[in-house]
Each structure stands twice: as structure tokens, then as C-alpha cells.
């Protein structure tokens, strides 16, 4: 069986086809800069075990000659001989609202309901339709197949994704929150009851997705009862450019003293914050490195970034009463082991001990990086969001035949 996993954004798809015999990937690629002069586009598969790479620059105008390129890099380089032939297409949906909760059968209702939920997700779901209406005309013959980052969190209860404010702002115009990662938090779950040979229905979890964008997610039984980001990503954790939290009268303040309008506060928010509001720099690998130099802006960069995690690690230990496991994962979650070690110090009244010397180890794959003895175990699980769409995917067209 084989699928195709898409990522379309606005002006990219990104784009892995695998064997779902073996979960497998195939070929992956990359098509960027859609709609101007220079666009690239880019494939990875193997020739008898040899991994190669083609790229091709030309201009790509839109999101249809930019999948009519991949299906023929894809032809090109033997891994199927149709786009037709698949088994399945997958296609990410970061924002699917209230509306759902489980991956779904792309049919006219679906793809209307991700356009009706654009004022929600403004960046992503305009260039998620394009990529999927392309795809259902390309592939005509394929079951497609949506996936979404919020359906994981469909499981919060309303007292947790409410906000505070006039409640009829929630039934009026759905803002509550929603969180996203969804997909990631899923697959680690899922992955950290296999390893710990677990029920995943009986495993309470904490699971911090550390990257570009971060967030961390409370799981009880399997499924998730709160997470940090809310109506948007820019909730919560203290990320690369985004601030996560704040006090919500900072953008009032700005405001009235200097003026800012809506889209000056959505830039410094979503876009000068953060990790690199603090210290001009956004990549973790950087500040590690500025910070082991003595620089003390990157250092308080961390301290922050560390401190804003432990105090999630807190609430959501009390959230969920009991806790079994801690989940670190994306690209500085699997990759940076002072975030791990800080973020999770003198936390051993909650019962989270971490072995130092387990946690500076490679983590290429699951790790327990917590002392034998210690109540919650602390792992760390390489992510794979591109697979559990498949995953989904799979099962969604094994229903439906
Ligand atoms: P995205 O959210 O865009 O998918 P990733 O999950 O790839 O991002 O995470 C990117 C972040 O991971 C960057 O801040 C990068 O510096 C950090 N990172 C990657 N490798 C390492 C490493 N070896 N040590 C510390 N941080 C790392």
C-alpha cells in the first residue's frame, strides 16, 4: 500500500510517499517559492539503496503546476508510475476548528468547511484548499484523505478551552481555544505506550513538542485534556519568534503609548518575540552556543524558555493528578539536553528525577533519559508527523473499502 502524505502551505508543499507495508518513506520533497521567478523543486528517494537527490528551478505559478512537477519527479525517479495509482493522499489541515475531530474523507462538505474556518487559520488553510483541490482533480481516482493538527485536542473539555471573556463571543464567533501540534502529540502518545508497554487508554502524559513553534499538551487516558496553544500558536510556551503568554494589557499599553496598530502587535508578537525578542537570535543551536560564550542575553533567552516549560510541567502535573510519563520531542526537544535537564531540575517533588548522564546521549530514537527509580519516566521520542498522517490516512481508506 502505498500514500502520499502533502503539506501544502501558501507558497510551498511539502510532500512524502510511503510504503505502508513497512512505514517506509519512499521519496520526499520539497517545493518552494510557488508563484515566483525562482521556484525549486526538490526530490530524495532511494536507486537501489542509494539515496538521490534531484532538484529543478523554474518558475511555478501556482499550486498546480507545482504538484504536476512532483508528480513527475515522483514518475521520474520509478517509486510509482501514476499518481493514480495510490493508495491514498493524506493532506495536513492545521485548523479544523470545532468541526473536527477525527481525519476525514475529502468531499465538497469538508472542503468547504476548511474554507469557512480561514478567518481561524489565516495563514495555513487558504494554501491547504489549494493544495487539496489541486490534488482531487489531479488524482481524481485516490481516496484523500484530511488531517488535523487540532483534532487531537477536540477531547479538552470546555472548561479548559473556554476564555474568560463574554461567553458569547464563543457562540457567536468560536473563539475558545483550540491547540495545534496535534498530530505530534498523537504520535508520541501513541509511541510512548508501545515502548513502555502500556494501555495507552490508562497512560497520563505530559508531551512537550519543542520547536520553531512549541507546545506542550496534558494527556489523560490517551487523550488530550489541555494544551498550551489556544485560539492561534501564538499561546503559551516561549518559542522561537512568538511570545506565548503574556498579559493580554501589554497590547493595549503599546497601543495607546506608541501607537501600534493591529498588524505592528500581530508582527511583534508572532514574528520579533519570543526567544529572539530577547537576545536576536531564534535558533536554539545559536544560543546554546552564544550562551556557552558568556553572552547573558542568550542565557536569560533560556532561563525564560526553561522556566516558562517547568511552570507547564507544574500545572499540568496537577491537571492531570497522576502522571506516568514526560515526553520531550521536536527539534530541540530531541536534540538539546540542558532544555531537558533545566527545564526538568529540582522537579522532584512531582517525582521527575533525570539521569544526567542517560539524557546526554544521542536520541536518534525513543531514550528514557530519567534514573531507573524515578515515579515518572521522562523520554524522549523522535516525532514523526508526516507518518501518523499516513497512519490515519490508511486506516481512514481501509474503512471506506
Ligand atoms: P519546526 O517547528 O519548524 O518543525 P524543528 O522541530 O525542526 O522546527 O525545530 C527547530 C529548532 O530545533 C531550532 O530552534 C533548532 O535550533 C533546534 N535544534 C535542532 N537541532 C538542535 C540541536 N542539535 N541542539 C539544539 N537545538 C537544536
Do not use: W
Not at 483534532?151 to 468560536?174: G, N, R, T, V, W
Not at 542565557?299 to 515526553?327: E, H, P, T, W
Amino acid at each position: 500500500m502505498k500514500i502520499l502524505v502533502l503539506n501544502a502551505g501558501s507558497s510551498s508543499v511539502k510532500y512524502q510517499l510511503f510504503n505502508m507495508e513497512t512505514n517506509a518513506v519512499l521519496a520526499s520533497g520539497l517545493i518552494e517559492q510557488i508563484g515566483e521567478n525562482e521556484s525549486n523543486a526538490k526530490i530524495k528517494y532511494f536507486d537501489n539503496g542509494v539515496e538521490r537527490v534531484v532538484e529543478r528551478q523554474s518558475s511555478i505559478k501556482n499550486h498546480e503546476v507545482a504538484l504536476k512537477i512532483m508528480s513527475t519527479l515522483l514518475i521520474e525517479s520509478g517509486v510509482i508510475a501514476d499518481l493514480n495509482d495510490l493508495d491514498g493522499i493524506g493532506h495536513r489541515v492545521v485548523q479544523g476548528g470545532a468541526s473536527f475531530s477525527e481525519p476525514e474523507v475529502v468531499t465538497e462538505y469538508v472542503t468547504a468547511e476548511i474554507e469557512r474556518l480561514i478567518p481561524l487559520g489565516p495563514l495555513h488553510n487558504p494554501g491547504h484548499l489549494a493544495g487539496i483541490k489541486v490534488s482531487l482533480e489531479q488524482s481524481p481516482t485516490v481516496p484523500q484523505v484530511v488531517v488535523f493538527d487540532t483534532a487531537f485536542h477536540s477531547s479538552m473539555p470546555k472548561h479548559a478551552y473556554l476564555y474568560a471573556i463574554p461567553y458569547k463571543f464563543y457562540e457567536d464567533l468560536k473563539i475558545r481555544r483550540y491547540g495545534f501540534h496535534g498530530t505530534s502529540h498523537r504520535f508520541v502518545v501513541k509511541e510512548a505506550a508501545k515502548y513502555l508497554n502500556r494501555d495507552i487508554n490508562t497512560l497520563n502524559a505530559i508531551t512537550l513538542h519543542l520547536g520553531n513553534g512549541a507546545s506542550v499538551c496534558a494527556v489523560k487516558d490517551g487523550k488530550s485534556i489541555d494544551t498550551s496553544m489556544g485560539l492561534t500558536p501564538l499561546e503559551g510556551l516561549i518559542m522561537g519568534t512568538r511570545s506565548g503568554d503574556l498579559d493580554p494589557a501589554v497590547l493595549f499599553f503599546l497601543a495607546r503609548t506608541l501607537g501600534y496598530t493591529i498588524e505592528d502587535l500581530d508582527k511583534l508578537l508572532n514574528k520579533q518575540s519570543g526567544l529572539k525578542g530577547i537576545c536576536g537570535n531564534n535558533d536554539m543551536r545559536e544560543i546554546d552556543k552564544l550562551a556557552a560564550d558568556g553572552d547573558s542575553q542568550a542565557q536569560l533567552a533560556l532561563d525564560m524558555f526553561n522556566y516558562r516549560i517547568k511552570k507547564y510541567i507544574g500545572s499540568y502535573s496537577a491537571v492531570l493528578g497522576r502522571l506516568d510519563c514526560i515526553i520531550f520531542t521536536g527539534g530541540i526537544g530531541e536534540n538539546d539536553s540542558d532544555v531537558r535537564l533545566n527545564s526538568c531540575s529540582n522537579l522532584g517533588i512531582l517525582g521527575i528525577h533525570i539521569d544526567p548522564v542517560a539524557n546526554n546521549q544521542r536520541c536518534r530514537e525513543i531514550t528514557t533519559i530519567s534514573t531507573p527509580d524515578s515515579p515518572v519516566k521522562v523520554l524522549v521520542i523522535p516525532t514523526n508527523e508526516e507518518l501518523e498522517i499516513a497512519l490515519q490516512t490508511k486506516e481512514v481508506v481501509e474503512k471506506i473499502h
